[in-house]
């Protein structure tokens, strides 16, 4: 199946600071992405839709100055979780659905990323 | 927009045993229903799907039944296994939304005792 990567796995950074987390589809391109935010014991919260080549989407409640969201290009999407504070601790994992091919629906996960904010 | 409940939110079972995991969802142009099992601190993995053309779908020990009439639909896992331990989530969509945005349940902590 298709391939989401996630960078970096793991990041750790103080409170006041920004962090990018990328997100790459490798076999597919993707014009639709989605950031979710996990916390322990909870399920996926979506956090915003990243539309390539215009303005993502966010949900209700995320601040979009807080959680910024680039789609330069077909297969990389980022988010930058700018002046971070202990509780954006969390577990962020983006998805992409494939187009085309024998399951268009199918949406594939990026392995995550842990970020602590100390 | 589409609101989908899961139960139970834990469920514990003995080795070999089966495991039920039931979805409700609210809105009817929902039509694609995949389920995913995630362990802990990993990413989540569908493990099989169903669209609304279908009221049954099996793959192996995992089978996933849909009531498009009462807007339901059911994971069966037959002959559990140890490894089966993990979180199970259901999610709805339909074409209608942003495409592929999928609406998920709370998760269910699926335990099985060897």
């Known amino acids: 199946g298709a391939v989401v990567s996630q960078h970096p796995s793991r990041v750790i950074c103080k409170s006041g600071t920004s962090v990018k987390i990328e997100c790459r589809s490798l076999d597919f391109q993707a014009t639709t992405m989605f950031w979710y935010r996990q916390f322990p014991k909870q399920s996926l919260m979506l956090m915003a839709t990243?539309?390539?080549?215009?303005?993502?989407?966010?949900e209700q409640g995320v601040e979009k100055d807080k959680f910024l969201i680039n789609h330069a290009s077909l297969t990389l999407s980022t988010l930058t979780v700018t002046s971070a504070h202990p509780e954006d601790s969390s577990f962020y994992i983006c998805s992409a659905p494939s187009r085309g091919g024998v399951d268009p629906d199918t949406q594939y996960f990026g392995p995550g990323t842990r970020l602590t904010v100390l | 927009g589409e609101n989908v409940e899961q139960h139970p939110s834990t469920l514990s079972v003995q080795e070999g045993d089966s495991a039920v995991i039931k979805c409700t969802y609210s809105?009817?142009?929902?039509?694609?229903f995949p389920w995913y099992k995630q362990e802990l601190g990993k990413r989540p993995q569908l493990i099989i799907d169903?669209?609304?053309?279908?009221g049954e779908k099996k793959d192996q020990r995992i089978a996933v039944t849909l009531n498009k009439t009462a807007k339901h639909f059911s994971l069966h896992i037959t002959e559990t296994q140890p490894e089966d331990s993990a979180v199970y989530f259901c999610?709805?969509?339909?074409?209608?939304?942003?495409?592929?945005?999928?609406?998920f349940g709370r998760g269910t902590q699926l335990t099985v005792w060897p």
């Open positions: 809105d009817s142009a929902s039509n694609y």
């Open positions: 990243s539309n390539e080549g215009s303005k993502a989407t966010y």
């Open positions: 999610a709805a969509s339909h074409r209608g939304s942003t495409l592929g945005r999928l609406y």
């Open positions: 169903i669209r609304s053309n279908v």
